[in-house]
């Protein structure tokens, strides 16, 4: 049994749903469980209707939040044809605008938005998300079941930032979803999402759909977890940032923590230590070419590549960080000492290495900053893989 994991950068168009179709078809014979995240840029699409509700700004609020819904129903126009299922999802579409315009109208009044009612706007995306993509895959002809990810994730009260509470997480997912995977092709769950052991509907924070993969990955005992992306597996940089990138093939469970912690686009802590505890490989490629490049995480292999990850802050625009992890510590000395007088920067950076971890941290002026990554990029990386040829 393999769970797999659709986000937003995939099912954000009629293709991307298609895509995940023909994958899934691939995989009949073997029972499923498929969690799906909002599409595209629904969450912080919401978010920002609850901001124009705190303000007193209910029109643009609920003009917002129009948006947001009929970008859903265009979605049900290009991926649907059956009408009578049509009909339900707009139905169902008519609903989460209802049920979400109130709670928008009681921010607006009070002028008060607590982590509670966030959490209960937000987790609208992720449920329009389920219910559409579960049709689709019955569409084309897959056996389909969905439940709802809150009868299911038990987290803490820690609204926005809930942590799953792994023991009755466990329990329920074995009592619910594995009959449902006994009788279907695919289950469906959504990301992102749980409920408190009191019955109050979470979010796990920012990219948490991977955590909800990985908990049930594990609470199931899964042969393996798919984070189905829309870059051709882990790079050595960021592909917006630096170009030539090459995939890192493998990492052990140790070298992708530390990734992880480094700030990699797709990598969390959190989401790795589930699968990790019960050793369950993580494999993260590319939606569009199932085939092509992939990553595998918990597969010891050869010594990874050098990674470099450009961190650009809000909060300080004159500086940004540029962390490379694997690389070794001489040579990295040697690279920025040539970036930097590239560059022309002066002193205006400060560097920081140490033995006991493999990320290399140089904190340098924004103007230069993305250039820079791709000056330690080429020289890190395709020196090293001529070195190493």
Not at 73 to 82: E, G, N, Y
Not at 89 to 98: G, K, P
Not at 141 to 146: D, F, K, V
Not at 147 to 172: H, N, Q, S, Y
Request: one cysteine or more; charged letters at 15%; hydrophobic letters at 45%.
């Amino acid at each position: 049994m393999r769970v797999m994991k659709f986000g937003g950068a995939v099912l954000h168009s009629p293709d991307g749903f298609r895509q995940m179709a023909e994958i899934l078809l691939r995989q009949q014979g073997s029972p499923c469980l498929v969690v799906v995240s909002a599409f595209s840029s629904t969450t912080r699409d919401l978010e920002f209707t609850t901001r124009l509700a705190l303000q007193g700004a209910l029109a643009e609020a609920l003009e917002r939040l129009t948006h947001v819904v009929d970008d859903h129903r265009q979605l049900v126009r290009a991926l649907i044809d059956d009408v009578a299922t049509r009909d339900a999802l707009a139905t169902l579409l008519d609903d989460c605008y209802a049920s979400t315009s109130r709670l928008l109208t009681g921010i607006s009044i009070t002028r008060q938005r607590s982590p509670r009612i966030l959490d209960e706007v937000l987790a609208v995306g992720e449920f329009m998300a389920l219910h559409i993509a579960r049709h689709v895959l019955g569409a084309a002809g897959l056996s389909t079941m969905s439940a709802d990810a809150t009868t299911v994730m038990v987290t803490t009260e820690d609204f926005g930032k809930a942590v799953p509470l792994i023991p009755p997480t466990t329990l329920r997912a074995r009592r619910i979803l594995r009959p449902l995977l006994e009788h279907h092709d695919v289950v469906m769950v959504q990301g992102f999402v749980g409920q408190t052991e009191s019955g109050v509907t979470t979010t796990m924070g920012k990219e948490s759909s991977n955590l909800t993969a990985t908990v049930l990955g594990a609470a199931l005992e899964a042969d393996e977890i798919v984070i189905w992306t829309n870059v051709a597996g882990l790079r050595t940089g960021d592909p917006d940032v630096c170009t030539n990138t090459v995939v890192v093939p493998s990492l052990s469970w140790q070298e992708a923590l530390e990734t992880a912690h480094a700030g990699v686009k797709v990598l969390y802590p959190t989401m790795i230590e589930p699968a990790a505890a019960a050793n369950i490989p993580i494999r993260i490629a590319h939606a569009l070419h199932p085939d092509g490049e992939q990553t595998v995480l918990g597969v010891p292999g050869p010594a990874p590549p050098p990674i470099v990850v450009l961190a650009e802050s809000t909060d300080d625009v004159h500086h940004a960080c540029i962390t490379t992890v694997f690389a070794p510590r001489q040579e990295w000395l040697r690279t920025i000492t040539t970036v930097i007088d590239e560059h022309n920067v002066g002193n205006a950076f400060s560097c920081s290495t140490s033995e006991s971890s493999a990320a290399s941290l140089l904190c340098i002026p924004a103007s230069v900053a993305r250039s820079s990554a791709q000056s330690i990029h080429n020289l890190l990386v395709h020196h090293t893989n001529e070195t190493g040829s």
